[in-house]
Structure formats: C-alpha cells, structure tokens
C-alpha cells in the first residue's frame, strides 16, 4: 500500500509541475559585402508544448544616414511531437517614410486569415487557404535549425519550399528555396535564392547566418 501511494504522489507531481522553458537570446551584426548596414536580436522561448520567436532589426553603420529601416517578426505556436505548429505571425516593415504590416493566422499547419497594410487591390493568384502544411517563415527556419529537412512556407506575399542539406565539408546548413510563387503577381520570379547557417555543438540558435537574396549576400553574426 505505501508503494502504490508513494508511486502515486510521484505521478501528481510530474503532473502539476510545470513545463520548464528555455530562453534563448542572440544579436547579430548585419553585413553587406563587409560594410555593416544594421544589428538584429533574436530572443526564443520553447518548451515541450509551446514556442515563441520574437526577431528585431535596425540599421546601424554610415548607410543609415541615407537609408534607415526597422523591423519587427514574431511568431508563436503550439510544439506537438517534436513539431512546432504555428498559430500567429505577425511582422512590422519601415523604411525612410514607408510602413508595411503582416498578420497571418495559422490552424493545424494551415493558413486561416490574412490581412496587411497597406491594403492589397490585386485578388491572390495562389489558394493558399486550402494549402495544408503550411507555415510561417520564422517557425519554418526554426524547425529546420531543430533538425527538419524541409517546410512549406506561406509568408503573406508568396508561397515556396525550404529545402535543408547538411555541408559536413563547411560544417554548414544550406537551405535552398525551391516551388516559388507569388500570391499576388502572375509570376514566379524570386530574389530570394538561399540562407545558410552555421551551428555550435549543443547551441540551438546559429552563430551565422548568411541570406542569399536578389544578387547581394547578407551577412549575418553573432555578436
């Protein structure tokens, strides 16, 4: 009887105890062929049932004085086996004199609402509501530095798969974009190309990220 009743109280605590969750917090400094154009810092919460990314960047350096820019991604969700799904993701775009917003809406790993700023007159060319398995870029690029091999991204403007390799001979991820198409254009041209990211040995978020996008390679590293 005390075995059955000592077994017993073990089970309630596991049971009332709370979920631990890891923080993680990153700043990185942003290069453009060697001339740094901006600073990002990336804070991360997840634990066994849910996950939020929250994403900053502005610019800093002498360009800043010509061109200054500010943004802001989040993103938060559920983790079920080992899967994040997401459930809202949002991000805020100013440049000089210009602001851009996004608010997407997630549902069992498919889109369920959209809406932006400024308002969008063109109809979408893609379905993406009846798409299923599809995510937001910032928990697609988070499940793949956890260990996925791809995902199907829907990030208000367009629609495309990640495809991740693992370089052994540069100790490297390389994340190709692959199935591109604009939602609100008839056409399918990309300038996103490719991100790569490097890793430590038991360090979930990168030391360097490198984003391939319209002929110009953003570097990006930890600080």
Not at 2 to 8: D, E, V
Not at 18 to 24: G, M, R
Not at 52 to 59: A, E, G
Not at 119 to 132: A, G, M, Q, S, T
Request: charged share 25%; with cysteine; net charge positive.
């Amino acid at each position: 009887m005390r075995f059955i009743l000592s077994n017993f109280f073990i089970f309630l605590f596991f049971i009332n105890s709370p979920v631990c969750a890891e923080s993680f917090y990153k700043e990185f400094s942003i290069k453009v062929s060697g001339l740094k154009i901006g600073e990002l810092v990336w804070m991360l919460e997840i634990d066994n049932n849910n996950y939020l990314n929250d994403i900053k960047l502005k610019s800093k350096g002498l360009l800043s004085a010509i061109y200054k820019f500010e943004g802001n991604y989040f993103s938060k969700g559920i983790v079920a086996n080992n899967k994040l799904k997401p459930h809202i993701y949002n991000h805020v775009w100013k440049a000089n004199k210009t602001e851009k917003t996004m608010n997407l809406g997630y549902k069992n790993n498919a889109l369920i609402s959209l809406n932006q700023t400024p308002y969008e007159k063109e109809k979408l060319r893609v379905d993406i509501f009846n798409i299923k398995q599809t995510k937001d870029p910032l928990s697609s690029f988070l499940e793949i530095i956890m260990g996925e091999a791809g995902s199907l991204v829907v990030d208000g403007r367009r629609i495309y798969n990640m495809n991740a390799e693992f370089n052994k001979e540069e100790n490297k991820t390389v994340i190709n974009i692959s199935n591109y198409s604009n939602l609100w254009a008839d056409h399918k041209r990309s300038k996103f190309e490719q991100i790569s990211f490097e890793k430590k040995d038991g360090v979930l978020l990168p030391i360097k990220i490198n984003i391939h996008f319209d002929g110009r390679v953003f570097n990006l590293e930890e600080n």
